[in-house]
């Protein structure tokens, strides 16, 4: 599994994980991500039971083991937090923060010691060693309970599900062309976001942050103008069409 420092500050950075040349060949990729500041780690949805030894194996060479305090799950698909049941084993003492709808289904992923922390439909704030993180509602975009991550000393919102695209195994880690991007994620969008209103109401809210990238669960980063192109193409895509 590859991973990429996105951000570094002093003891603050992003870490990506991602592009496993070893996961399973039915298995779509997924982009983990890790926010550390000084002592203090958070996993931003861990990713699915198949990946958790590569996972696992990455991060340690990262921080130790014990610096991570919390994981975050945006909501409840298993491509998310399917691995939650081997991370309570490996991080007994972590708080997972998940919205409070979905705590009676990732349960059944296995949590015996893992502290839950429900978020509340309007979001909520995190310390992590005195940096806020804050988790933005996204609901229905594509979970009835689903929360994005923004960072405002880094400026980066770990999107979920929002800008996720198939994007090739040797493919960049970063989007290089918006217009090729767009045939990537097209289909995903209009079928998997089942509300044109929830979809403005997310834009409208990350509109008003300072965004230099927009990390999604699967596919390409956005970064510099290709978020405001993202922001402004999915604000003029009409979704829900399986009605």
């Known amino acids: 599994m590859q991973s ?31 926010i550390v500041n000084k002592q203090q780690a958070i996993l931003l949805d861990p990713g699915g039971i198949e990946m958790f030894s590569s996972m696992l194996s990455s991060v340690v060479k990262e921080v130790p083991t014990d610096h991570i305090k919390y994981l975050f799950a945006s909501h ?8 939650l049941g081997l991370w309570d084993k490996a991080l007994p003492s972590a708080t997972l923060y998940s919205p409070w709808l979905w705590e009676g289904f990732i349960r059944h992923f296995g949590m015996e010691s893992i502290s839950f922390s429900p978020i509340k439909d309007e979001g909520g704030h995190l310390s992590l060693a005195d940096i806020d993180i804050e988790f ?5 975009m594509h979970s009835s309970g689903n929360f994005s991550v923004y960072d405002k000393k880094a400026k980066i919102l770990m999107s ?41 109401a997310w834009i409208k809210r990350v509109s008003a942050l300072d965004i230099e990238m927009i ?29």
């Not at 990506?16 to 039915?26: G, L, S, T, V």
């Not at 298993?78 to 691995?83: A, C, M, T, Y």
């Not at 767009?182 to 969008?189: G, V």
């Not at 978020?227 to 069409?241: M, P, T």
């Open 215 to 243: 990390c999604p669960q699967h596919g390409g980063i956005f970064k510099g103008e290709n978020v405001s192109k993202f922001l402004a193409w999915l604000d003029e895509l009409n979704v829900g069409i399986a009605v």
């Open 160 to 200: 979920g599900d929002i800008g996720a695209a198939l994007d090739a195994p040797d493919a960049p880690l970063f989007v290089e062309d918006f217009e090729a991007h767009i045939p990537k994620m097209e289909y995903f969008h209009r079928r998997w976001m089942p509300s044109n209103q929830a979809k403005s």
């Open 76 to 83: 409840q698909d298993p491509d998310i937090i399917s691995s």
């Open 136 to 140: 933005v509602p996204a609901h229905y």
């Open 4 to 34: 990429k420092v996105l951000f570094r500050d002093g003891e603050h950075r992003w870490v990506m994980f991602a592009r496993d040349p070893h996961k399973p060949e039915k298995i779509i990729d997924t982009n983990q991500y890790m």
